[in-house]
């Protein structure tokens, strides 16, 4: 479960403040699917990069299964983190690495600094990720570099990565805002398909109220930083 209370966010740049997350609460419990919508600039990004602890708050706290992260520092905070993967819109993978080492990334905050290093990957990881790589369909481009894939093959692989970190909760922002429909459709049917087999809670932002509507459990409607719907 993820209990949001009175989170609040500003930013100051030139001169000008600008509230981006103005005072919410919501409690979003588990294995849900939620689409925040609304306007560019109402705040959506924003509040999922503070439910993930990325950006600090000004005020207010969210809480992961009853653990605080707005407040949580170091090897705390780590370890809440590591119950959320998070994939964006322009994918955020190692461009050069390729599909198999991209995913194995997901475990470089629980190795040691040597193998971090060498890029040494337990045999038992790189056997997990060759699985997840077939889950999500993309097993036979395993040894490709990921700079080389199409877009919505390039977000299956931000999708292994999120599921190799073992999380329970999946932040999307605008997943599918620079896919084409067929590209788009089957990343929302993949995430769909992981909130019903691993009851993962998915908070997805999106522009697209079509999409909201066929995949999300409830939607939540953001403007000016405030929940308006
Ligand atoms: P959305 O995701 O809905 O487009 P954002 O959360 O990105 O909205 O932004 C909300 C508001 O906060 C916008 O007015 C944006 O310009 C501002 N903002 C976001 N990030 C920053 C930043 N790093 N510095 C200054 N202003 C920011």
Not at 62 to 76: F, Q
Not at 106 to 122: D, K, T, Y
Request: net charge positive; charged share 20%; hydrophobic share 40%.
């Amino acid at each position: 479960m993820i209990e949001i209370i009175n989170l609040r966010k500003g930013y100051k740049s030139n001169g000008k403040y600008t509230i981006a997350v103005g005072g919410i609460s919501l409690t979003i419990p588990e294995g849900k699917f939620i689409s925040v919508i609304g306007p560019s600039g109402a705040g959506k990004s924003t509040l999922l990069r503070l439910i993930n602890g990325m950006i600090q708050a000004d005020a207010g706290s969210v809480r992961i299964d009853g653990e605080d992260i707005t407040s949580a520092k170091g090897k705390r905070k780590r370890k809440i983190q590591r119950k959320i993967g998070m994939i964006f819109q322009d994918f955020c993978l190692v461009r050069n690495s390729t599909v198999l080492q991209n995913v194995l990334n997901a475990c470089l905050a629980e190795m040691h600094l040597f193998s971090v290093l060498f890029g040494i990957f337990s045999a038992k990881n790189k056997e997990k990720a060759v699985k997840i790589l077939e889950r999500v369909g993309m097993a036979d481009q395993i040894d490709q570099p990921a700079v080389s894939l199409s877009g919505g093959e390039q977000q299956r692989i931000a999708i292994a990565r999120a599921i190799m970190q073992e999380g329970k909760i999946l932040l999307a922002d605008e997943p599918v805002a620079s896919l084409d429909p067929v590209n788009a459709n089957s990343i929302l049917n993949l995430m769909k398909s992981l909130q019903n087999e691993k009851n993962m809670t998915v908070i997805m932002n999106s522009h697209n109220v079509e999409q909201a509507l066929k995949y999300s459990d409830w939607i939540i409607g953001m403007n000016s930083g405030r929940v308006v719907y």
